[in-house]
T-cell receptor
């Protein structure tokens, strides 16, 4: 069945460091791929998405490219800030409005 | 503004009580979902509904019940049969039938604590 595997955390970075959070997926068909961010005590917010192979989603300095050949959708940011500290979830949207989420990666950015 | 409203934000339940969490959306989405999140953990699907008057069990439906009488509303009842209900509950809704794929959106969540 469809599934998402994302990098285990927690991840701790210094401010202005480069961020990569790995995400790979298994899917039949042609899924959409998403990254969500969750701040403490809040719901998940859509960060970015890509709907087909080679699409790049981007928002607030974060980017992820839909790589069909490697079944990956890694999240990257060139220079993280303290305000980026949160939990990040990779997700897959499949046919029939089914969604599959990774287990989340906690990011802490220290000044 | 369009969005998903969950209430209450915080709820305390005594042993043996049923409680109902409200979820309302004004996004005109057909599909709605309930997830449970335990501290430091991922999301687990409780129930989902693709259309009014129809819903399906998710991975952890035991001890929970839902109804979908209106497109905008998808309340979740946590029954006394749910032995460990203390958790963060997230309601979500999604677009359907999109040419470029559907997207799921979340409410702000409700904290339920058993006292």
């Amino acid at each position: 069945g469809d599934s998402v595997t994302q990098m285990e955390g927690p991840v701790t970075l210094s401010e202005e460091a480069f961020l990569t959070i790995n995400c790979t997926y298994t899917a039949t068909g042609y899924p959409s791929l998403f990254w969500y961010v969750q701040y403490p005590g809040e719901g998940l917010q859509l960060l970015l998405k890509a709907t087909k192979a080679d699409d790049k989603g981007s928002n607030k300095g974060f980017e992820a490219t839909y790589r069909k050949e490697t079944t990956s959708f890694h999240l990257e940011k060139g220079s993280v800030q303290v305000s980026d500290s949160a939990v990040y979830f990779c997700a897959l949207g499949a046919a029939g409005n089914q969604f599959y989420f990774g287990t989340g990666t906690s990011l802490t950015v220290i000044p | 503004d369009g969005g998903i409203t969950q209430s209450p934000k915080y709820l305390f339940r005594k042993e043996g009580q049923n409680v109902t969490l409200s979820c309302e959306q004004n996004l005109n989405h057909d599909a709605m979902y309930w997830y449970r999140q335990d501290p430091g953990q991922g999301l687990r699907l409780i129930y989902y509904s693709q259309i009014v008057n129809d819903f399906q069990k998710g991975d952890i439906a035991e001890g929970y019940s839902v109804s979908r009488e209106k497109k905008e509303s998808f309340p979740l009842t946590v029954t006394s049969a749910q032995k460990n209900p203390t958790a963060f509950y997230l309601c979500a809704s999604s677009t359907t039938g999109g040419v470029s794929g559907n997207t799921i959106y979340f409410g702000e969540g409700s904290w339920l604590t058993v006292v």
